[in-house]
C-alpha cells in the first residue's frame, strides 16, 4: 500500500483517491452530518475499510464513515516524521541538576505507523530534544529505566525505581521527574510514598494524556483534567510563573543526603471490588492460590453481602488480612454504624480509614512484603506515612473546584457558616 494512503482500503481508500486526498493532509470534509477539519491520520492495519480518521484542532481523534462523506478537499500537506533526534542538555552552573527518569507511558510515546496506536519510544533524550525550553529550567540528565506502558509496571519496576531514586539522591541530585504513563500512575505514586520516606528534595511524578509528538487519582479516561485529590486540598497550585502553596503541611528541600529506601513489595496481595451477587469463590480463590492479603472496596461505609461470610472466615483461619475500603472514594470506612459492618469486623475485616483501595491495596503489598507478622502489618496499614489516612476529611476537600485555591475559597465562605 502507497505511504499516501497508509493503512487505507476498500471504501475508505476509494473516497481518498477520489478527492486526491493523502494521508496527513490537512483536509475540510463535508458530510450529510456536518462539516469537519483536521489533519488525516494512517489507519491501524486491524481496523474496518469504511472510515477515514480525523484528527481535530483539539487533539481528540475522530472515525467519519465514507458512507456520509459528500466532499474532501486538501488544504495542506505536512509529512510526519516519527524520530526526534536526542540532543545534549547545555550545562549551567547557575542552574539546579534535576534527574529525569523515564518508564514509559503515553508521555514517553509515538504513533506506531502500523498500527495506528501509540507506542513507547521516546528516550527521555528525545523528549529533551522536543521541548528545548527545559534547558532554561535546570541541568537535565536522564535515564530511561523502563520504556513500559504504566499497566505493565509491577512489583519489580516499583523496586529499581525506588532504589534508583535512592542512587540519586546519594549523588547529590537536586531534584528529580519520573515518566509515567496516566492509567496506573496512582498506584506508582502510592507505593512510591511508601517505598521512598522523607526525601530531602523533591520527588515529582508526570504523565500526559497525549503523546510527545501531539495522590492524585486518574477520575476521567480521556478528560484532559482527570487526576484530582481525593479528601483534602492539593499541596500547591502550579502555574508560568511560580508554584503557590495552598497549605503548609509539605515536605521541605533539606540540604542534606538522607533518605529511607524500603524497597518491599509481596506480590501474593490482591483487590476485589465488591458487586451484588459475588460469590464466595472469589475469595476462595485466592486463599487457595496463597494471598496473603485481600483488599475489598466495598459499599457504602464497607459492606458486603451475606454469602462471602464464610469465605472471609475461612481467610481469617488460613492467615490471610483483609482490609476494607469504600467504593467512594471520598469518605470513611464506618463498618460500626450497622450489624453488617459489625459482622464483617467480628470475622476479621479491618477498616483502612479513608484510603483509597489502590492506596490500600499497594500499602498492604509494601507491609506484608516486610513481615509475616499480622500484628505489625495492622501497625504499618494503620499509621499514616505519606498522607494517605488523615485524622478528618476538611469541609473544602469534597468539592469539583477543589479548595486553597483563592476563588474557590471566596465562593465557599458565601456558604460555609
Avoid at 483461619?317 to 471520598?330: A, D, F, N
Wanted: charged share 25%; glycine share 10%.
Amino acid at each position: 500500500m502507497s505511504d499516501l494512503f497508509k493503512g487505507y482500503k476498500g471504501p475508505a481508500l476509494e473516497l481518498l483517491k477520489r478527492f486526491n486526498i493523502r494521508v496527513w493532509s490537512d483536509a475540510t470534509v463535508k458530510t450529510t452530518r456536518g462539516d469537519f477539519r483536521g489533519i488525516v491520520l494512517p489507519r491501524s492495519e486491524n481496523d474496518d475499510d469504511r472510515h477515514i480518521v480525523l484528527k481535530l484542532a483539539t487533539g481528540y481523534n475522530i472515525g467519519i464513515d465514507a458512507g456520509t462523506v459528500r466532499e474532501m478537499e486538501e488544504l495542506g500537506y505536512k509529512e510526519a516524521h516519527y524520530k526526534i533526534p536526542e540532543k545534549e542538555f547545555p550545562f549551567s552552573r547557575e542552574k539546579k541538576n534535576v534527574k529525569l527518569l523515564g518508564t514509559g507511558g503515553t508521555i514517553a510515546s509515538r504513533l506506531d505507523y502500523r498500527t495506528g496506536a501509540v507506542i513507547p519510544a521516546f528516550s527521555p533524550g528525545e523528549l529533551y530534544g522536543a521541548v528545548p525550553e527545559l534547558a532554561d529550567i535546570c541541568n537535565l540528565t536522564t535515564e530511561k529505566l523502563f520504556a513500559v506502558f504504566s499497566e505493565n509496571m509491577g512489583p519489580e519496576q516499583y523496586k529499581g525505581l525506588a532504589k534508583a531514586i535512592g542512587a540519586e539522591i546519594k549523588k547529590g541530585i537536586d531534584g528529580i521527574v519520573i515518566g509515567h504513563g496516566t492509567d496506573t500512575m496512582h498506584h506508582t505514586a502510592g507505593i512510591l510514598s511508601f517505598m521512598v520516606q522523607n526525601p530531602p528534595i523533591p520527588i515529582v511524578m508526570v504523565g500526559s494524556q497525549r503523546s510527545s509528538d501531539r495522590r492524585v487519582r486518574k477520575m476521567h479516561s480521556s478528560y484532559r483534567s482527570t487526576f484530582r485529590t481525593i479528601g483534602d486540598i492539593p499541596l500547591a497550585m502550579v502555574d508560568r510563573q511560580k508554584i503557590t502553596p495552598l497549605r503548609p503541611d509539605y515536605n521541605r528541600r533539606r540540604s542534606d543526603r538522607e533518605v529511607k529506601i524500603l524497597p518491599y513489595f509481596e506480590e501474593k496481595v490482591g483487590m476485589i471490588y465488591y458487586y451484588p451477587n459475588m460469590q464466595p469463590d472469589m475469595i476462595d480463590s485466592m486463599v487457595d492460590n496463597g494471598y496473603r492479603g485481600i483488599v475489598i472496596a466495598g459499599t457504602g461505609l464497607g459492606h458486603v453481602n451475606k454469602p462471602l461470610y464464610p469465605a472471609i472466615v475461612r481467610a481469617a483461619e488460613k492467615g490471610v488480612t483483609i482490609y476494607m475500603t469504600v467504593q467512594t472514594l471520598w469518605g470513611y470506612v464506618h463498618m460500626f454504624v450497622y450489624d453488617t459492618g459489625r459482622d464483617l469486623m467480628a470475622k476479621g475485616i479491618i477498616p483502612a480509614e479513608n484510603m483509597l483501595p489502590e492506596v490500600a491495596y499497594v500499602k498492604l503489598a509494601w507491609a506484608l512484603g516486610q513481615t509475616t507478622d499480622l500484628g505489625k502489618v495492622k501497625d504499618l496499614m494503620l499509621t499514616p506515612i505519606a498522607g494517605e489516612i488523615t485524622e478528618r476529611e476538611p469541609y473544602n476537600g469534597y468539592l469539583i473546584f477543589q479548595g486553597g485555591i483563592p476563588e474557590v475559597e471566596e465562593f465557599i465562605r458565601k456558604f460555609h457558616k
